[in-house]
């Protein structure tokens, strides 16, 4: 079974452009979930989506956009980009959702710089 | 506000030698899920090892082994005949119940020295 895939896998941008991120979970998991990770803030928490509706957001100002599609895979949208969005934006997927225990699995993430 | 805090950024550990990375966390629910997960040079998390807080016994999965200490809300990570292949960065983590929001200590970067 193919793990979670994530594309682009690195790229640059320049201040003030918007980035998608997509994300697609493991086969039959419908929960997709969001972390970006920087060395002086580490792991946070963007969102998560579970069948096409958001079901958490973390602190992030509203630059920072996500949806699901219905084959559950997960684009991630950052507007207006700024220097501090540079990060390492990681994607996790689990079968369900609203539930303690659910093992989340990440993918490999995608490397933004913003330049 | 649930937090987690490992206090130990960087430990290092001769191979085949055993090591124990720390961590506490706080919450006010009564039964819950503790995880660690492994970060490689390669940057991917990977699952090490879960626990139900339910359970009293401590989780184990090969060579990596966890102390839950519930009333303490201690869960260390034990790490039995160390591994080249363990050099990582380790993350304790908590998911409330209430979703997939985990929330991650900053991280033990272990070195397994040859």
Redo the contacts between chains.
């Keep these: 079974k193919a793990g979670v895939t994530q594309t682009p896998r690195y790229l640059i941008k320049t201040r003030g452009q918007q980035v998608t991120l997509s994300c697609s979970p493991i086969s039959g998991h419908r929960?997709v979930?969001w972390?970006q990770q920087t060395p002086g803030q580490?792991?946070q928490?963007l969102f998560?989506y579970?069948s096409e509706t958001q079901?958490?957001k973390?602190n992030f100002p509203g630059r920072f956009s996500g949806r699901q599609f219905s084959n559950s895979r997960s684009e991630m949208n950052v507007s207006t980009l700024e220097l501090g969005d540079s990060a390492?934006y990681?994607c996790?997927s689990?079968v369900g959702?609203?539930?303690?225990?659910?093992?989340?699995?990440?993918?490999?993430?995608s490397w933004l710089t913003v330049v | 506000a649930q937090t987690v805090t490992q206090s130990q950024p960087e430990m290092s550990v001769q191979e085949a030698e055993t090591v124990t990375l720390s961590c506490t966390y706080d919450t006010s629910e009564n039964n819950y899920y503790l995880f660690w997960y492994k970060q490689p040079p390669s940057r991917q998390m990977i699952l090490v090892i879960r626990q139900e807080a339910y359970k009293q016994q401590n989780a184990t999965e090969n060579r990596f082994s966890v102390n839950f200490q519930k009333a303490a809300k201690s869960f260390s990570l034990k790490i039995s005949d160390s591994q080249l292949g363990d050099t990582a960065m380790y993350f304790c983590a908590y998911p409330p119940n209430t979703g997939n929001q985990f929330y991650f200590g900053t991280g033990t970067s272990l070195t397994v020295i040859p």
């Design positions: 929960s979930s972390y580490g792991l928490f998560e579970f079901r958490n973390g390492l990681l996790a689990s959702t609203g539930l303690s225990g659910n093992t989340i699995y990440f993918g490999e993430g």
